[in-house]
């Protein structure tokens, strides 16, 4: 028997300029190729889980425009169940402008828009609908509000499902919220940020880039290895590497291969 995925998170509409290197402040850089996406930590982490096929609902915010239409409708078309997904009549859809460069290291500022405004309280009535039992996945980001994520962790853990939080970002996280996840996933600049504020998680998959990752239990660490690849564009790299933890553990597999799955 199977469990879903339940994902608590950020929806974004990605407006994207690749450029052949990054400007330093101050500078303007010519020449690059526009597009938009559909984005959001969460968003991303959804279609990753429900494209390797682990059923998957979401639950977060949109504005009530046409950025908040176009996303449910394409959260919809990856199979997403949107259903939990509000949209709030006085925030605009959360919007995030990313600049790539030629070797595909990207920066990114973000408007969190709707997304800031879900309410521990929005989640805590979505979960009640959902209903996570054993064998589900709640899967909680940090480009909601604080309280939102530890909200979702709060009940997911309550109905004994699995609980993972993705620290990105890892700035306001405190000891309380990241004790109430079975699984913390930084990358490295994140677990830097979290040791840094005196947080020190005992379960982490810390995602490291080209270097693959490394599974800490406790004291024991494991280390996994990358595929390599030339890589093109490492936006949504780590949510992607989530939404693909979550859908195995949901499906079955052992944290070990599961984590090796993600990576």
Known sequence: MTGRVIVVGSVNVDLVVTAHRLPAPGETVIGGRFAQHHGGKGGNQAVASARLGAPT???????????????????????????????????????????VDARGENSIAVASGANGALAPSDVKESLRRLAPTHGDVVLAGHEIPTESAAAALRVGRAAGATTILNPAPAGGLDEATVAMADLVTPNEGELATLLAAGVRPQRLLVSRGADGAELRIDDAVTRIPALEVDAVDTVGAGDTLNGALAAALALGQPLDQAARRAV
Do not use: H, M, Q, Y
Not at 66 to 95: H, I, M, Y
């Open 57 to 99: 609902s979401f639950v977060g915010a949109v504005g009530s425009d046409d950025f908040g239409r176009a996303a449910r409708e394409a959260l919809e078309s990856e199979g997403v169940d949107v259903a939990e997904l509000r949209a709030l009549p006085d925030a605009p859809t959360g919007v995030a402008l990313i600049l």
